[in-house]
């Protein structure tokens, strides 16, 4: 990306000029040009150019990658759907700099695969703001419905997805191991919420018994051994049986040392962390009334130290992508009375995901500007099948770019946020920096935290397998 490659003498779409341009190796103050939703050019420019956006004192960075999303998802427990569906979740997430989010399609009790894959396609096709793929849930008869990975990965759906708890999903580990190798076989990467099931059901039920319902006993019914016992069994099936693993949303600095440990006898193990784990701490479940439930979130939310264990991981490299779990409720859903276990659980996150990770991050000197590149954009996309066409700003590459501002200062309020949620985890953080223009394939589709798109522009991303190698 060093030397001017020019655009001969082709007029652009446009020119984002005067831009810090970061990819996840490097950093360059460059002009992008795009034409025809493709970067064409890199360098000092002076085609001629039908818009042309100053850039000065910005961060131009790929489009972030958000792999870890729930549009329109049935709870059973709860009996409804999660607060967005796929337009006003692109929507938020098109506001916050996000140019492309893989969704969980969730395999209901008898059904296969590809039932839930079509289900979410239909919805994806008319709503999505932005481009989208989708990740296929195995909750049920692990046994048979491997049979339908071949077809899945050729068709582009290259990930799945197992429980190792959560009431509803979670898969015996029979089936666990079963899916471990048959997606190693058929080039899918499988992506494991590890909790250990048995453990958290017990002191669950202890508390059940005592009495003890609040919300102030979440942390102590789903601890840190739990994620951690489940995380290093996992991994050490997936070292046995030479089988890519990645484990979604890992909030303990004692799963992340599980990692580390198997990781030096089998490298092909990967970690996603979330906002909720580096931003908040689990004292928000000891707020008074009932204000605690808000924050329900499995794994819960932890420690202070947990905290520090994942920007230390980010920041190294331990930490290989940041995706929101965006799993949205109204505060009407998250305060009625229930005991802590029928909480619905998950929060909204996709509009201020990027740019607090800015703000928390590179503002702050935690993160340098690259490795928050890396785990945002370009290992999603390399992880996820997708790299160079997404996860990059080079010649050849989609026009997903988001010109982040760092001097655009606001107060986080729900009141400003896309996703039909109705109160934000973050209210009232002052969050530094924000992107004044996303594009998804050239075309702008927000522009200072409002998104200006259309629903149903989105294309689905077929995926291809995952670049292991380069992570
Ligand atoms: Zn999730």
Known sequence: ????????????????????????????????????????????????????????????????????????????????????????????????????????????????????????????????????????????????????????????????????????????????????????????????????????????????????????????????????????????????LQAPVYFVHLSTAAALAAVRDVRSRFDKVFVETRPVYLFLEESVYERPGSEGNKYVCLPPIRSAGDSEALWAGLARGEIDTYATDHAPWRAAQKLADAPFWKIPAGVSNLQTSVPMLFSEGVRTGRLHPCRFVAVTAANPARLFGMYPKKGVIAVGSDADIAVIDPGDVRRLTAAHMHSKADYDPYEGYECHGWPRYVYSRGQLVAERGRAVSRPGRGQLIRRGASLLDTV
């Open 1 to 240: 990306m060093s030397a001017t490659e020019q655009a001969g003498a082709q007029t652009l779409d446009l020119i984002i000029r005067n831009g810090m341009v970061v990819n996840a190796e490097s950093m360059q103050r460059l002009d992008v040009g795009v034409k025809d939703g493709v970067v064409v050019a890199l360098g000092l420019l002076d085609a001629p150019a039908a818009q042309v956006v100053d850039a000065s004192g910005c961060f131009v960075v790929p489009g972030a990658i958000d792999v870890h999303t729930h549009f329109h998802h049935w709870v059973s427990y709860v009996g409804s759907h999660n607060a967005d569906d796929y337009d006003t979740g692109t929507q938020a997430a098109a506001a916050g700099g996000i140019t492309t989010v893989i969704n969980y399609a969730f395999q209901e009790q008898g059904e296969s695969l590809r039932a839930a894959v079509d289900r979410d396609l239909e919805l994806a096709q008319d709503q999505a703001n932005i481009d989208y793929g989708l990740h296929v849930v195995v909750t049920d008869q692990a046994d048979s419905v491997v049979k339908e990975f071949p077809s899945l990965s050729a068709d582009g759906f290259t990930s799945v997805k197992v429980f190792g708890a959560v009431t509803g999903f979670q898969l015996p580990d029979a089936g666990i191991l079963r899916v471990l190798e048959e997606a190693a076989a058929n080039n899918m990467l499988v992506n494991v919420h590890a909790e250990d099931g048995a453990l958290i059901e017990h002191l669950t039920e202890s508390f059940r018994t005592r009495g003890e319902t609040g919300v102030e006993y979440l942390p102590r019914a789903r601890p840190a051994q739990a994620e951690a016992i489940a995380t290093r069994k996992i991994a050490e099936y997936a070292a046995l």
